[in-house]
C-alpha cells in the first residue's frame, strides 16, 4: 500500500502563490483557462484569456529576495523552456 502524497513546504508555498496569482489575474478581468498545464515536458503554471490574447504566467513565489527576485529567477534557459511549451500547448 501506498503512503498518501504529501506536499513539501515549498510545493504548498507553490501552490498558494498559484492561487494568489490565479486570484489576481481573475479580479482582472482574466479568464483562467488551465493550471499546471503539461506540454512538451514542460509545465504552465497559468494559460488564461485576455480578450483575444493568449497569456501564459509561469508564478514564481519565494519568501524573500534574498536569493534573487522571481523575475530573477527565470533564466533565459527556463523562458526557452517555457515558450517551447506554450508553443506546444497552442499547437493541441
Same mark, same amino acid.
Not at 478581468?29 to 498545464?37: K, L, P, Q, T, W
Not at 484569456?49 to 493568449?54: E, K, Q, T
Given at each position: @500500500?501506498?503512503? &498518501?502524497?504529501?506536499? #513539501?513546504?515549498?510545493?504548498?508555498?507553490?501552490?498558494?502563490? +498559484?492561487? /494568489?496569482?490565479?486570484?489576481?489575474?481573475?479580479?482582472?478581468?482574466?479568464? !483562467?483557462?488551465? /493550471?499546471?498545464?503539461? %506540454?512538451?515536458?514542460? +509545465?504552465?503554471?497559468? !494559460?488564461?484569456?485576455?480578450?483575444? %490574447?493568449?497569456?501564459?504566467?509561469?508564478?514564481? #513565489?519565494? /519568501?524573500?529576495?534574498?536569493?534573487? #527576485?522571481?523575475? +530573477?529567477?527565470? #533564466? &533565459? %534557459?527556463?523562458?526557452?523552456?517555457?515558450?517551447?511549451?506554450?508553443?506546444?500547448? @497552442? @499547437?493541441?
Amino acid at each position: @500500500m501506498r503512503a &498518501p502524497d504529501r506536499k #513539501t513546504a515549498r510545493q504548498l508555498l507553490g501552490a498558494e502563490g +498559484e492561487r /494568489r496569482a490565479a486570484d489576481a489575474l481573475l479580479a482582472a478581468g482574466y479568464e !483562467i483557462v488551465a /493550471r499546471n498545464a503539461r %506540454a512538451d515536458r514542460g +509545465e504552465l503554471d497559468l !494559460i488564461c484569456r485576455d480578450g483575444d %490574447a493568449w497569456v501564459f504566467v509561469e508564478v514564481r #513565489t519565494r /519568501r524573500g529576495d534574498r536569493y534573487g #527576485t522571481g523575475l +530573477e529567477s527565470v #533564466t &533565459p %534557459a527556463k523562458q526557452s523552456r517555457l515558450l517551447r511549451a506554450a508553443r506546444a500547448w @497552442m @499547437m493541441r
